[in-house]
């Protein structure tokens, strides 16, 4: 088990990267309730990480709540037909016309 330790750090250090497509993006950082909530921004993309484990109360909300952390790190409003991904990871499209989000 000793020897897996290191592997398994490396393993779990990759958790909080983006998706390759993401590679050189704005990072921001924030948190929403008891979630640590990580925003990858490039243009107008975003890849929302939800970092920890979710407890089986908070899931109805944390699909919101990781809406709401692009929104406030970004100033920006999501595209509602373009989100998609589920409550660990969601991708999305800005919307930057309309008035600051945060």
Known sequence: MFRLAPALCLILAACDS??????GATHHETEIGD?????????????????GMARRADQPQLRAMMVQAA????????????????TG??????????????
Not at 71 to 86: A, M, V
Not at 89 to 102: F, G, K, Y
Request: glycine residues 4%; negative net charge; contains cysteine.
């Open 18 to 23: 983006p998706s390759p497509m993401m590679q």
């Open 35 to 51: 979630y640590r909530i990580t925003v990858w921004q490039q243009a107008e993309q975003v890849e929302i990480i939800r970092h």
């Open 71 to 86: 929104q406030q790190t970004t100033g920006c409003h999501l595209r509602p037909d373009s989100i998609e991904g589920d």
């Open 89 to 102: 990871v969601l991708r999305a499209r800005l919307d930057c016309s309309q008035p600051d989000a945060a």
